[in-house]
């Protein structure tokens, strides 16, 4: 297969890796990402990966209860760790060599987030998974994604969803009448205030020109189909 992005960023939910369970970690999804993403680093891809942490702990849904939001937000990064060392274990399982570096220093467990160390990590062919966030409250891990593309100059952001196949102009899951985008540019999504991803993370894209797609994650090699610039979900340029 033809590959069209050399370099990707994939940019996993929490809740994804949750899988039907709502919470937490199912091994079977985590392990069917990694073996997609095997698949990809067959194909010569570099890739780097950013884990949400919305499947054990959400610092904005803690912040509304009256918690400090830059407290719940650390909480939040936290939970990204666990969630990039559940998805390390399983490609390494499979004999994917696998980096973690995180925004925020915790030695014993992963490397410290040093952008040449992780340009390097690709280059050698092995996954990088960024934790932790920006190492910031009141950043979301969408804007990580979008940060950590520009950093590595990625060409691409694959925005893999667990319940959705592309972008609507509503929640799909509530109202059948959704409209399903195919293309949109940068400025449609701030425009029409599309939950895609937040402003911060849609702007360091159009800024940096780095294209995304959304699309559903699956299980039959969606990631892989994504990266080779087939036809699916949604394609967000300017």
Same mark, same amino acid.
């Given at each position: 297969?033809?590959?069209?992005?050399?370099? %990707?960023?994939?940019?996993?939910?929490? +809740?994804?890796?949750?899988?039907?369970?709502?919470?937490?970690?199912?091994?079977?999804?985590?392990?069917?990402? %990694?073996?997609?993403?095997?698949?990809?680093?067959?194909?010569?891809? +570099?890739?780097?990966?950013?884990?949400?942490?919305?499947?054990?702990?959400?610092?904005?849904?803690?912040?509304?209860?009256?918690?400090?939001?830059?407290?719940?937000?650390?909480?939040?990064?936290? %939970?990204?760790?666990?969630?990039?060392?559940?998805?390390?274990?399983?490609?390494?399982?499979?004999?994917?060599?696998?980096?973690?570096?995180?925004?925020? +220093?915790?030695?014993? !467990?992963?490397?410290?987030?040093?952008?040449?160390?992780?340009?390097?990590?690709?280059?050698?062919?092995?996954?990088?998974? &960024? %934790?932790?966030?920006?190492?910031?409250?009141? &950043?979301?891990?969408?804007?990580?994604?979008?940060?950590?593309?520009?950093?590595? +100059?990625?060409?691409?952001?694959?925005?893999?969803?667990?319940?959705?196949?592309?972008?609507?102009?509503?929640?799909?899951?509530?109202?059948?009448?959704?409209?399903? &985008?195919?293309?949109?540019?940068?400025?449609?999504?701030?425009?029409?205030?599309?939950?895609?991803?937040?402003?911060?993370?849609?702007?360091?894209?159009?800024?940096?020109?780095?294209? !995304?797609?959304?699309?559903?994650?699956?299980?039959?090699?969606?990631?892989?189909?994504?990266?080779?610039?087939?036809?699916?979900?949604?394609? !967000?340029?300017?």
């Amino acid at each position: 297969m033809k590959v069209k992005y050399k370099r %990707a960023v994939l940019k996993l939910s929490g +809740e994804a890796l949750a899988g039907t369970r709502g919470s937490g970690i199912d091994s079977g999804v985590v392990n069917t990402i %990694a073996s997609q993403i095997k698949a990809l680093v067959d194909l010569g891809v +570099e890739v780097a990966c950013v884990v949400g942490g919305g499947n054990i702990w959400r610092g904005a849904a803690a912040s509304k209860e009256g918690m400090d939001r830059a407290t719940a937000d650390y909480m939040g990064m936290l %939970a990204t760790v666990i969630n990039g060392l559940a998805l390390q274990d399983a490609l390494e399982n499979i004999g994917v060599i696998t980096r973690t570096q995180t925004a925020i +220093e915790m030695r014993q !467990i992963a490397e410290p987030y040093i952008r040449r160390r992780a340009l390097r990590h690709l280059e050698k062919g092995r996954v990088v998974i &960024f %934790a932790a966030g920006t190492g910031n409250p009141y &950043f979301s891990t969408d804007t990580t994604a979008a940060l950590r593309a520009a950093e590595i +100059e990625a060409d691409v952001i694959l925005m893999a969803k667990g319940n959705v196949d592309a972008v609507y102009d509503r929640d799909p899951l509530v109202d059948a009448d959704a409209k399903r &985008f195919t293309n949109l540019t940068y400025l449609e999504v701030l425009k029409l205030g599309l939950g895609v991803m937040d402003a911060t993370a849609a702007s360091l894209c159009m800024d940096n020109g780095i294209p !995304i797609i959304v699309f559903s994650m699956g299980d039959d090699g969606n990631i892989v189909d994504a990266v080779c610039g087939k036809n699916i979900g949604t394609l !967000i340029r300017g």
